[in-house]
Every structure is written in structure tokens, then in C-alpha cells.
């Protein structure tokens, strides 16, 4: 069945693809939960292994990515803590120097907005705008929250300090505007399996996913969307990096690919008045129902 979507990307594109690079940072002696330490500290005890562990994203993953993505000229999305810009102001701009997107991912890495009030989550958000800009010296247009934990406000907060994009969505395949309070925003879909998911896996397993969904993707669902997610600490080592090399090289082999960051996608959403599509409406509109 020949998919209703097919044809909404720019140049006959088959396929969208997006990198998403998170670059985080936990508050003073908090690690992530996921640390490669295999057994767990004592309470009050903290975990150092874990903590310099996490640190290496800012310190080299970072700009590891930054180096393949460049050398193979693909633009991507970098979302990070607002701490993170603070501690390396340096590869902040060095990822808008190369042309890439800085989007914000709340100020540290364990400070969720689905615990805070109203009042912080409004203020978290505005502050994390307001130190990227500093940084920068522009305003983000997107954020992604710290494992995606949202509140009923989110939305809603993000479009009123003017934000264009919103990619805490794991319940569409397409990118599409939703409404809020302040006006209509872009919603990005977030990936399911992101480079520490092979935490206790091997690297291969990373390419061998992501290569299986972009040739599903590429041959059975005309105008799909692949969303590729690496950790600055974790996809930004060689283990990873080697493979997510490949994986560039092995779908950039492919005809009618857009790569694109975040924003620039957001936009051609927000002028195309792009909204939900569901899997239904894209493969089995018109067709008789069965009996």
C-alpha cells in the first residue's frame, strides 16, 4: 500500500534523518544511574567511578562526535545541560562554529522537571535559555527533557519562552505542530534505542539496530523518520564512535536522504502546517475494511 506521506520531504527525500548528541552533567558527586560500576555504593558513598565516567563527555565524547559528524558533513542537534555550557563553554561554541544546533536539556542531568512545581519548571526552563544564549549568543529553539520526564505544563512553558520544538515525544513516528497556550509548536519524536542501551551489550549491536531501522524504514514506509541518539560519556568513546562512524557511511550510501538538525526541520514543519499523521491515516487510508 503506497503511503499517504509520501513525498512531504524536501527534494523527494525517502528518508529524514536526525543526530541527537546529549551532553550532560550530574549535580556535585551524583553520577548517572546506569554507571558502568556493577555494584552499588554504600549509601552516602559516592560513586567516583560513575562521576569520571560521566565526565568524559564534555571532556573528549564530545568532541569526538563533533569530528565524525564534520568529516562527514552531516548537521546535527546537540542538546545539553545547561551546566555542561557553563563547565565547557569552549565546545559550546565550537558546535555552533562547525554549524551545528544547541538545544537545552534542562540545567543538570538528574534535576527532572516531573518533580518541580510549576514555578520551578518555568524557572528552570527560562534559565537554562537564558545561559545558552550567554554562551552562544543565541536563544535555543528546542529542548528535550532528562529522561523525557514531563509535566502537564511543559509544552506550555517551553512555547511561552519561545521555543520552536519540543522532542520529549515517544507516542508518533512523524514530526508534527501540536497546540499550546502560547501558540502552536513543533513536537519531535525521541529514539528508542539510544547508545547506552549497549551498555552491558557490545557496539555492534548499535549499528546492527540502527542499520536494521533505517533499511525498514528506507524500503517499506516512504517519508520516514530515523532519529539517532548518542551520550556525549558514552557514544562519544572509540567503542562507539567507530561504529556510529560506519553507520554515517553506510546510510549516506543511500540516494534521497535529508540530514538535518532539529531546528531546520522544525521549521519546514511549522511552514508546511504539518499535523499528525497516524500510521492509519499514512497506509490505510481508503482501504476496503475487511470482513
Not at 69 to 83: P, Q
Not at 87 to 99: D, F, R
Not at 193 to 217: E, G, I, M
Request: charged share 20%.
Amino acid at each position: 500500500m503506497a503511503g499517504t506521506t509520501a513525498g512531504i520531504w524536501p527534494n523527494n527525500a525517502r528518508t529524514v534523518v536526525v543526530v541527537t548528541v546529549v551532553v550532560e552533567n550530574w549535580s556535585d558527586g551524583k553520577a548517572p544511574t546506569y554507571s558502568p560500576m556493577t555494584t552499588t555504593p554504600k549509601p552516602g558513598v559516592i560513586d567516583r567511578a560513575g562521576v569520571a565516567w560521566a565526565q568524559y563527555g564534555g571532556r573528549a565524547g564530545a568532541w569526538r562526535l563533533l569530528r565524525i559528524l564534520d568529516e562527514h558533513r552531516v548537521a546535527s542537534t546537540f542538546c545539553l545541560n545547561a551546566r555542561t555550557a557553563e563547565i565547557h563553554p569552549e565546545l559550546t561554541k565550537q558546535i555552533v562554529a562547525s554549524g551545528h544546533e544547541v538545544a537545552a536539556h534542562a540545567y543538570h542531568q538528574d534535576e527532572v522537571l516531573s518533580v518541580m512545581s510549576p514555578d520551578e519548571e518555568r524557572a528552570v526552563i527560562k534559565r537554562c535559555a537564558d545561559i545558552l544564549k550567554n554562551v552562544t549568543g543565541e536563544r535555543p529553539s528546542g529542548w528535550i527533557s532528562p529522561t523525557l520526564a514531563t509535566t502537564a505544563h511543559t509544552a506550555d512553558f517551553l512555547a511561552a519562552e519561545g521555543y520552536l520544538w519540543h522532542g520529549d515525544y515517544n507516542n508518533i513516528d512523524l514530526p508534527c505542530r501540536i497546540t499550546t497556550k502560547h501558540g502552536p509548536m513543533v513536537a519531535l519524536p525521541h529514539s528508542d534505542f539510544a547508545d547506552n542501551r549497549v551498555l552491558r551489550a557490545a557496539p555492534r549491536d548499535f549499528f546492527q539496530c540502527y542499520k536494521d531501522t533505517f533499511d525498514y524504514l528506507y524500503a517499506k514506509e516512504p517519508s520516514g523518520y530515523l532519529n539517532i541518539t548518542l551520550h556525549g560519556h558514552f557514544g562519544g568513546r572509540p567503542l562507539i564512535s567507530a561504529v556510529f562512524d560506519q553507520l554515517l557511511t553506510y546510510i549516506k550510501g543511500h540516494a534521497n536522504v535529508w540530514f538535518v538538525r532539529h531546528d531546520e526541520l522544525a521549521r519546514y514543519v511549522m511552514k508546511r502546517e504539518m499535523d499528525e499523521i497516524s500510521y492509519q491515516q499514512r497506509f490505510f487510508a481508503g482501504t476496503a475494511r475487511r470482513t
